[in-house]
């Protein structure tokens, strides 16, 4: 099994950045997609980022420019750079992942957890 806690959210300033971060727990094996994902209130859950086993990396077009995904597999770690936070940006951000590629959101094999907040506001 694998067990995710997200951290690092809070509430910062539109133009603003944070950095969340996605631990995992426990083994998944083969090639996998791990995704960054969100909820905004009264939304469905969409898609953020991705970052494949060989390191590919893929944003949605929401975020394109301005959020970053990366890992540090000695920490089991998985980060999410955001810049230039803007309002809509606002949500519980959630991490993981599936074998399938980036942004099957339909496919993730964990459970979503509790997530981390993130609000951008003045």
């Known amino acids: 099994q694998v067990q995710l806690v997200e951290s690092g959210g809070g509430l910062v300033q539109p133009g603003g950045s944070l950095r969340l971060s996605c631990v995992a727990s426990g083994s998944i094996v083969g090639p996998y997609f791990m995704g960054w994902f969100r909820q905004a209130p009264g939304k469905e859950r969409e898609y953020v980022a991705g970052i494949s086993t060989d390191g590919s990396t893929n944003n949605a077009d929401s975020v394109k420019g301005r959020f970053t995904i990366s890992r540090d597999s000695g920490k089991n770690t998985i980060y999410l750079q955001m810049n230039s936070l803007d309002p809509e940006d606002t949500a519980i951000y959630y991490c993981?992942?599936?074998?399938?590629?980036?942004?099957?959101?339909?496919?993730?094999?964990?459970?979503w957890g509790q997530g981390i907040q993130v609000t951008v506001s003045s």
């Open positions: 993981n992942p599936n074998l399938v590629g980036f942004g099957q959101i339909g496919a993730v094999f964990a459970s």
